[in-house]
Nanobody
Framework: QVQLVESGGGLVQAGGSLRLSCAASGRTFSSYSMGWFRQSPGREREFVASITWTDRSTYYADSVKGRFTISRDNAKNTVYLQMINLKPEDTAVYYC????????????????WGQGTQVTVSS
């Protein structure tokens, strides 16, 4: 089992920045690829970004490329999502997830999920 706890969400004005963190405990964090997803009311959960556990390759949704950066610190068992130039359409609950699969960009490829953290971007 892997337990994931997100933090860092909040209310920010458009153009602002936030950094989300996801702390992992349980099985070896370094052996899991990590991802961020988001879900807003009435919409399906969508992929945001992921980072592999092998060579730390990163993948991003087109909507966040150039604005969001995913990174991981295996010594701290933590994955981060740095978000800049936030837009109102980024408003959602953001979820952290862990996958045994190396390259994982679909929600059904992930094995463990956190409870989510709310990000609200005001215009």
């Amino acid at each position: 089992q892997v337990q994931l706890v997100e933090s860092g969400g909040g209310l920010v004005q458009a153009g602002g920045s936030l950094r989300l963190s996801c702390a992992a405990s349980g099985r070896t964090f370094s052996s899991y690829s990590m991802g961020w997803f988001r879900q807003s009311p009435g919409r399906e959960r969508e992929f945001v970004a992921s980072i592999t556990w092998t060579d730390r390759s990163t993948y991003y949704a087109d909507s966040v490329k150039g604005r969001f950066t995913i990174s991981r610190d295996n010594a701290k068992n933590t994955v981060y999502l740095q978000m800049i130039n936030l837009k109102p359409e980024d408003t959602a609950v953001y979820y952290c997830a862990a996958a045994a699969k190396v390259v994982a960009t679909r929600h059904n490829e992930y094995d463990y999920w956190g409870q989510g953290t709310q990000v609200t971007v005001s215009s």
